[in-house]
């Protein structure tokens, strides 16, 4: 029988899986505070405005300005948004050796974001969502274990 380990908030038991939690992380030379600040900015192809989140103070200041329409979003955003989010990911987990351990210490369990809002990322209320970022995380686990993992 499989476990599964849920996780949401960043003060959770596994909280540290979460895009809100403070792990911050370098790509590409520039300090992102969290994985939800490096998503939000690259929904957009203007490049203050990317600034402009990534400098957010918190990731609901960058959550919101991510969420703003004043900006338009990326024609390719559908495309592109899984690979932000593993970059983003793999990079946290290239920063934090604690992360990194938490994750591959979950064994052979499934991971799932247990959102009630989110559909894609996570399992969203009704527990049919996507959970798209427990998948990533199971991805980058199998990773870890053939050999290190590289980011930003």
Sequence with gaps: MTTTIYFYGKTDDYGCFANTSDHGFTVDGRYWRSVEHFYQAHKFADPAWTERIRQA?????????????????????????????????????????EVRRTLLETG?????EASPYDHYWGCGADGTGANRLGQILMQIRSELRAGPVEGG
Excluded: C, F, N, Y
């Design 57 to 97: 103070r918190t990731v609901r200041e960058a959550r919101a300005l991510g969420q703003s329409r004043k900006v338009l979003i990326r024609a390719d955003w559908d495309s592109a948004r899984d690979a932000v989010m593993v970059t983003a990911v793999k990079a946290k987990i290239a920063a934090h050796p």
């Design 108 to 112: 052979e369990a499934l991971l799932v």
